[in-house]
């Protein structure tokens, strides 16, 4: 560990991991911030267990590869992750903790260095620039400078501290959160897909059971275990206040016993239990921030050329407006995804600062296509590369991140 780095990257989940690994084997000393106890972020805190916008919707191919291929691929050889599954998109449904031990040796073999149990509480700004970030752990504050910044943190909490231009949501709309619960004591041939499911919740809402509020949403099977991953329990809050936060939990966790008595009431289920809820809420979005372009619906529903993209997206438009009201979905024309271009990560304000996951820029629509693990690791991967090459003295240029991402694996299309 030194105190000084090329490319600091703040949170390590899909989009942060890859933004390190990338930006790592771009020629940058890269360290790599996580607040939580292991890498992976929604894969592995939240009970997030499908990697969605990997694959297309009507012909299911791979669409996003680079950091992203090398782990499903990792996990593959491990008996860990499905083969792409259709639900109401494709996804793949994969094991956490084969996911955070992956995390750990792709960054150990890229050279990331990283931190665990470090929160980043404030970040320095000379000029347009970020200088440093200030993080805590238990044995005090410590301080890290760089020459380039990625913010992977979800809530864009380093942008926030450094003073880069961020917006709270869209238009006013933020979109629900959801606690992914995982039941066992589920028999192998037990009828619990999202039909019977909705049926239960619904009787029991009918005869009056308290707790319950959606009554549909993703339903799978994990591999390995064979235990029930549901995303039934949905709160609205504010992922900035800690306070707002605890109350969605507590409130999350009453509704996963509901769900527990729901889920016994259906055939051969009467000893299921729960496994795990969260441990956090699935936020779906925050704060963004603001870049040099802002991505919107039109563009990923109706997909232009790809030639100036940096990163791929795959995941159809799916918002979700509220607790216990059904998600919208709007789907991805052809050929089944959409580019991404670099700007829709470089801050607008601050050159050396750059986004990856649910904190880049998109609209309302955009911002729920965005926002899956998937493109996470695609907008990831061209966000570490780009700050690498700010790191190195200068302006990122696409044709040049796009080269690099391709030398690292990414196939981009033409």
């Known amino acids: 560990m030194t105190q000084h780095y090329d490319v600091i990257v703040a949170g390590g989940g899909s989009g942060g991991v890859a933004a390190a690994i990338g930006a790592s084997r771009a020629g940058a000393r890269t360290l790599l911030i ?3 106890p292991c890498l992976g972020g929604a894969a592995t805190l939240r009970n997030v267990v499908t990697y ?19 782990v499903i691929t990792a996990l593959r050889g491990m008996g860990a992750i499905s083969d792409p599954t259709r639900f109401t998109a494709v996804a793949a449904v994969f094991d956490p903790e084969s996911v955070k031990r992956v995390a750990d040796e792709l960054c150990a073999q ?7 149990h470090t929160h980043v509480l404030g970040a320095d700004r000379e000029g347009d620039q970020v200088t440093a970030v200030r993080v805590a752990d238990h044995s ?22 450094a003073g880069a231009e961020v917006r709270y949501g869209n238009d006013g709309w933020v979109q629900n959160g959801t606690l992914g619960v995982r039941f066992g004591g589920i028999p192998a041939n037990a009828e619990v ?21 959606a009554e549909s949403g993703l339903i799978a099977r994990m591999p390995i275990s064979g235990d029930l991953i549901t995303y039934l329990a949905d709160e609205g809050y504010d992922a900035r206040s800690a306070a707002d936060t605890t109350r969605a939990e507590i409130g999350a966790r009453r ?17 299921a239990y729960i496994v795990s809820t969260g441990p956090e809420m699935g936020t779906r979005e925050s704060r963004h921030l603001v870049g040099r372009y802002r991505f919107t619906e039109k563009e990923v529903l109706q997909p232009g050329p790809v030639d100036d993209a940096v990163a791929i997206g795959a995941w159809p438009i799916e918002y979700h407006p509220g607790p216990g009201i059904p998600s919208e979905w709007r789907f991805i024309g052809d050929p089944g995804f959409y580019g991404i271009p670099l700007d829709v990560l470089h801050s607008r304000d601050t050159p050396n600062l750059f986004a990856a996951g649910r904190t880049v820029d998109g609209d309302r629509g ?11 690791f695609a907008t990831g991967h061209a966000a570490g590369v780009a700050a690498a090459f700010t790191a190195a003295g200068g302006d990122a240029d696409t044709a040049a991140v796009r080269a690099e991402l391709n030398r690292q694996g990414a196939r981009l299309p033409e």
Request: glycine share 12%.
């Open 140 to 161: 005090g504050i410590h301080e890290f400078t760089a020459k380039a910044f990625v913010d992977a943190t979800g809530e864009a909490d380093l942008a926030h501290h």
């Open 255 to 271: 509704q996963a016993q509901a769900y527990l008595q729901v889920v016994r009431s259906l055939p051969g289920c009467d000893e």
């Open 366 to 376: 955009a911002g729920a296509s965005l926002r899956a693990m998937g493109t996470a």
């Open 110 to 116: 890229a050279g990331v260095d990283v931190l665990l």
């Open 193 to 213: 897909t999202r039909e019977a499911i909705g049926a239960a919740v619904r009787a029991a809402k009918k005869a009056g059971a308290p707790g319950l509020t």
């Open 52 to 70: 969605c916008g990997l694959y297309t919707r009507d012909d299911q191919q791979q669409a996003v590869f680079g950091v992203a291929d090398e």
């Open 34 to 36: 996580e607040r939580g």
